[in-house]
């Protein structure tokens, strides 16, 4: 792999920018690999690129139905923040976040990791006990985050309305300076051509169609291009993961649903942080590109159509004219769904099964971009060695059947 | 937006009438203290959640207030049928 440098852009530009070097290979499957990635989105990306680099594994493949990161992960709304209230699911989001810190270098790909902060508003008198507990949990777990005022939330971001004769008056906010966003569509190709430069084969236009198994383990997967083996198999087929599970007879304790999101036409810059709002339901960010970037609320009913309810886009829109009366005039461009699998307690599964060398990581829910590094780091070290890496322990599938479930339905960031 | 019929009501009505109750023909297990811990974290969250045809609760929130099943195609939305709690559908495909 050709390391990308200011000297490579010039060396490039002297001959048109014609001889680049392919971003990856596009190969064609081997009859047997030691892992296979069953889903080429941003986690499976850096799930195989964790196998590779940390655990020396390098007869991977990740196998991918579309175009890789074509799925989810074109589709949310690239927020990026850690502040969750129980441990568990906070030192989990931790990691991802110090791992984005880094991550533009350790891949050498631009992912445009901005810290642009997160605002989390508090619109009712328990909106601001939460965020306050939530804070103060956050603090003790050494993540940065502070409890503003209205009038500093006005300060931070100034389009916004905190006038106490809105509807659900602005009463204050919890602040995550180190969160923001990246670049969605990077953070899947960063990941797959680092992974690509580490000898895993990234193989696209091909989709899982079964999971052979024998005498109660893993030999090999059912491909649309024929049967391929592997000593394990790691799903991260988000949207889709019951149906993969079915595949090897298993059920799962999620369901899968609609959520949405939209952009505006492009307007000069206006918003330099991130807004959510669990109470009037909607968050928005301003893209380097210039448009909104609004993200809705998840439908109450199952479906796999990739696309939503007219009723909760119309009902987010009013959630954000509402904070922000400037925006009535801004014209929408796109509006499209993603399937999220959603958890009961709003956490992941990252999991072994009961099928031995099959492993699940699934059930991000509505919140999943942000766990892209942290998410790949630590199921690759599940699968690598067979167990929960010590992070993940508290997210196996067997917390369905011990009711030690983490309840993060207040932190993920909008209720649903 | 779906246009739900409900089997009380003999009308078709917007989906922001009712509300959704979630899978279809669990049976609440009789003696749940003789259940394992594995049955009943079956019982309790794990769910067929297919690509295709589904049975699923429904409750008409603003109308009779009363719940019913539904047959719907989780891929294409489409309806295919609502019967009465009890009643066992009519439609019923091979779930993916």
């Known amino acids: 792999m050709k390391k990308y440098s200011a000297f490579s852009l010039l060396k490039n530009a002297l001959s048109y920018h014609e001889n680049w070097q392919k971003v990856w290979r596009n190969p064609t499957p081997k009859s047997d690999y030691d892992v296979i990635v069953v889903g080429g989105g941003g986690h499976g990306l850096a799930t195989a690129y964790y196998l590779a680099k940390v655990h020396g594994l390098t007869n991977i493949a990740v196998i991918e139905k579309g175009y890789l990161g074509g799925g989810n992960t074109a589709r949310n709304t690239t927020i990026i923040r850690s502040n969750y209230l129980w441990d568990e699911a906070a030192q989990l989001y931790e990691l991802s976040l110090k791992l984005w810190e880094g991550l533009s270098q350790e891949l050498n790909y631009n992912v445009m990791f901005s810290q642009r902060g997160v605002l989390n508003l508090g619109h009712t008198l328990q909106d601001m006990r939460d965020i306050e507990r939530r804070v103060n949990a956050n603090r003790l777990n050494g993540i940065d985050g502070e409890v503003v005022s209205p009038q500093r939330v006005k300060e931070i971001a100034p389009l916004i309305n905190i006038s106490a004769d809105s509807r659900y008056p602005i009463l204050g906010a919890s602040f995550q300076p180190r969160g923001g966003t990246a670049r969605h569509d990077a953070v899947a190709w960063g990941y797959a051509r680092g992974a690509d430069a580490l000898g895993v084969d990234l193989i696209q236009q091909t989709e899982v169609t079964g999971i052979r198994r024998q005498d109660g383990a893993v030999v090999g997967v059912e491909t649309t291009k024929g049967f391929i083996g592997a000593r394990k198999v790691a799903c991260v087929t988000a949207g889709n993961s019951s149906v993969v599970a079915a595949m090897a007879g298993l059920r799962l304790p999620v369901e899968s649903r609609p959520l949405q999101a939209l952009v505006s036409e492009p307007v000069k810059p206006c918003l330099d942080t991130v807004v959510m709002s669990n109470a009037v339901h909607g968050y928005i960010s301003q893209s380097d590109k210039g448009d909104l970037v609004i993200g809705a609320g998840v439908d109450s009913y199952n479906g796999y159509g990739q696309r939503g309810s007219f009723h909760i886009v119309e009902h987010t829109v009013q959630a954000i004219c509402e904070l922000f009366p400037a925006f009535s005039r801004v014209r929408m461009n796109r509006q499209w769904g993603g399937i999220v699998d959603t958890c009961p307690d709003a956490c992941p599964i990252i999991s072994k099964t009961s099928v031995d060398g099959l492993y699940f990581n699934c059930g991000w829910g509505t919140g999943g971009f942000k766990a892209t590094p942290g998410s790949g780091y630590v199921f690759a070290d599940t699968v690598a060695n067979d167990r929960p890496h010590p992070l993940a322990a508290a997210f196996t599938l067997d917390r369905f059947n011990s009711g030690a479930l983490i309840d993060e339905h207040g932190a993920a960031g909008v209720a649903h | ?96």
């Open chain 2, 1 to 96: 937006m779906l246009l739900i019929h409900c089997p009380h009501c003999r009308e078709a009505r917007e989906e922001e009438e009712y509300s959704y109750r979630g899978e279809a023909h669990i049976v609440r297990p009789l003696a749940p203290e003789s259940l394992s811990d594995e049955e009943w974290g079956d019982y309790l969250f794990f769910r067929s959640n297919p690509k295709g045809i589904h049975h699923e609760m429904w409750y008409h929130a603003v109308g009779c207030r009363r719940y019913f099943n539904v047959t719907r195609d989780t891929l294409t939305y489409e309806i295919l049928e609502s019967y009465l709690i009890g009643q066992q559908p009519a439609v019923t495909g091979a779930t993916s």
